[in-house]
């Protein structure tokens, strides 16, 4: 009995003190970005204030390439669908002479520019589809173990953000239920989401091929079918919201004009809201674009942020570092 | 920093010790079924026993109409659609002379009937579509506050099954993740699915029409579209689970042969597994039905269960009561 109330009055105490022990966002410089994140925290948090907002609704979203991990030189999933060319290259001899499969397998990038939206969605059907869901699973947990990006030469699941690994973190310690709400393959990211951004796979929202329900050797598989279900990206990612979480994010963090929606979608709601874009401006130790960048174009955000109240941080002046450590053996 | 200690002591012990203080499942009666419920939830949370499964993979499912509430005399949601083809006829004079919704408007369950599945989907996209999802989720908070059961009187959330209340807390209380996998319209659920399930609406799966994202007098909204998005039934289960969860759950809860591939893709998953048909054979307290049924005909699960390995609760003799008790003045 005693131990109850003592566990009870130690819980009491948890949840009304800041959940935080040391300074929260620890990579972030104490910049009007840090400073927005953690008075719109405090705000939500604060109850019997004016815009106490109950843990069940402190939802927030994230979107993935290029604002949880790198999304240059090329989206991740690309460099995904090139390797699994070259893997099922054996089994397709015609691939040599047809596109965009050929510039794949030649690591043509003019050519493969050259094939367009198209070209892509036949690289995407050819390399993600046909597979059951499993199998696609274990695929893409042996190709994330091993894959590494070209410039740095460090696996992929390290070219995450550290400031907004921390983001993450500080969210869920303060009661919020943290999304992923990309435009990339569902499937590509749910095999390693849980383990990196502490997102289980049940809060990963993304594009997707259909899948059928049926018997193979008196087991029952879902069959990836070259078919798309869903792309979510642009108007998508609040069509993508409402279909899996059914209620609206009271904050909302993306980089490029894909996610402009889901921010509009996001602040549109009553009450507080945050609404923040990663700005990459830090060629030096990541990768600068914004306007005129094919990947992760940035143009309406930046001009109507300011008068939509939506935070640009910055990452050169806002990011004390950008990726985390990662031990000198690798 | 005692306090701090006390605490930690106190979550250790909370976390070592069986979670519910009381006998679990006070409304089942002690026979195989909640035997079997126990015994399953005993090998998966019994950490360092052969069949422990970690917090985070033990998602249950469970189908809604006739597991978690009364499908009986007819859906809930075709209740729901002829009120709303009532309530929308004045803006529809034609409807008064068109089939289904005359059939609709006299009450001529027949005439409803011999519509088939076609009448019921024209009822259904006349009555589900056209709003924001806003306005949607407005008018089904609306109708479920007042409308009610046609032979019981109560309220529909009041026809809910207290066992299966009573299930769903236990397994939260023992680390499960519960989710609703319903053929049943996904809006239609989630106004009040955490209310009266402790299920929120991010936990719930269902049938869908599709939605566009589109600016209404300056202001972004979901519109409704008079068009399928998804039918979460038989066959559409499993996917659904698999769009939604990303992971194969370890139980999963149906009553009808609607569930069947939802629960044969739960169970053919590795390690202990639980899949549970609530059978409707109690004419006294609820509804006597199974294979002649229109409604949740249950016959391949009948035939299949004891093979399977599935448990087929009885309604009559393994439940102590049905409904909750509810206040005598309504």
Do not use: C
Not at 116 to 129: C, I, K, N, W
Not at 212 to 239: S, T
Not at 294 to 310: C, N, Q, V
Request: glycine share 8%; proline share 7%.
């Amino acid at each position: 009995m005693t131990r109850t109330l003592n566990f009870a009055a130690g819980l009491v105490l948890l949840l009304a003190a800041p959940v935080w022990a040391a300074e929260p966002l620890p990579s972030w410089n104490d910049g009007n970005a840090r400073k927005a994140i953690v008075s719109f925290v405090a705000r939500v948090t604060t109850e019997g204030g004016p815009d106490y907002v109950p843990p069940s609704e402190r939802i927030a979203v994230f979107d993935n390439d290029g604002t949880l991990w790198s999304e240059q030189p090329m989206y991740v999933q690309l460099a995904f669908a090139l390797d699994r060319v070259k893997t099922l290259a054996p089994s397709h001899p015609e691939w040599k002479t047809t596109q965009p499969f050929q510039a794949a397998l030649e690591g043509d990038a003019r050519g493969l520019a050259a094939s367009g939206e198209h070209g892509l969605l036949q690289l995407v059907m050819a390399t993600h589809a046909g597979n059951t869901t499993e199998e696609f699973e274990q695929i893409v947990r042996t190709w994330i173990a091993t894959a590494r990006h070209p410039k740095t030469g460090r696996l992929y699941t390290e070219m995450v953000y550290q400031p907004m690994l921390e983001l993450l973190a500080y969210l869920r310690a303060n009661g919020f239920k943290t999304f992923i709400v990309s435009g990339g393959g569902i499937e590509l990211m749910r095999p390693w989401t849980e383990r990196v951004y502490g997102i289980p796979p049940e809060q990963v929202i993304g594009s997707s091929v259909k899948t059928r329900y049926e018997a193979r050797d008196g087991r029952p598989v879902l069959l990836r079918l070259p078919e798309l279900n869903f792309i979510d990206d642009k108007e998508g990612k609040p069509v993508g919201i409402h279909q899996h979480i059914g209620r609206r994010p009271i904050a909302a963090f993306g980089n490029s004009d894909g996610d402009f929606q889901m921010l509009e979608w996001t602040a549109a709601g009553p009450g507080p809201r945050l609404a923040l874009l990663v700005h990459h401006d830090d060629a030096a130790r990541e990768a600068a674009y914004d306007r005129a960048s094919a990947i992760g174009r940035l143009a309406r955000g930046l001009d109507e942020a300011g008068t939509r109240g939506w935070i640009v941080a910055s990452m050169k002046h806002d990011w004390k570092l950008v990726f985390p450590a990662v031990p000198e053996k690798q």
